[in-house]
């Protein structure tokens, strides 16, 4: 098990930036799957970027693509997530989250260890 802690959400406008961090405590912080998700107002909860354990192979939602980037710190036990050129629709809850399975893809029930949250809006 690992415990994660998000941070760095918070209000920006349109064509901004953010840097969300995502703190793990636990063991083996290498050997997991990284992934962040968002869940806005109403809507389900959706895949935005993972980073593999092996190769540190990185993966994208493709509303994300080109905007977005992933990154791991192994030996800090974080991830991050760069968010450029920011769009209202991003506007949501984001996640972190660790999977140990094997190669997860972007399903939620694949990731078996989540953070609280941290709140990114986006204003026009």
């Not at 997991?32 to 968002?38: D, L, V």
């Not at 192994?74 to 769009?87: D, G, R, T």
């Not at 140990?100 to 939620?108: E, I, K, N, T």
């Amino acid at each position: 098990q690992v415990q994660l802690v998000e941070s760095g959400g918070g209000l920006v406008q349109a064509g901004g930036s953010l840097r969300l961090s995502c703190a793990a405590s636990g063991r083996s912080f290498s050997s997991y799957t990284m992934a962040w998700f968002r869940q806005a107002p109403g809507k389900e909860r959706e895949f935005v970027a993972r980073i593999r354990n092996i190769g540190s192979f990185t993966y994208y939602a493709d509303s994300v693509k080109g905007r977005f980037t992933i990154a791991r710190d192994n030996a800090k036990s974080s991830v991050y997530l760069q968010m450029n050129s920011l769009k209202p629709e991003d506007t949501a809850v984001y996640y972190c989250a660790a999977s140990s399975a094997f190669a997860p893809r972007g399903f939620v029930h694949e990731y078996d260890n989540w953070g609280q949250g941290t709140q990114v809006t986006v204003s026009t």
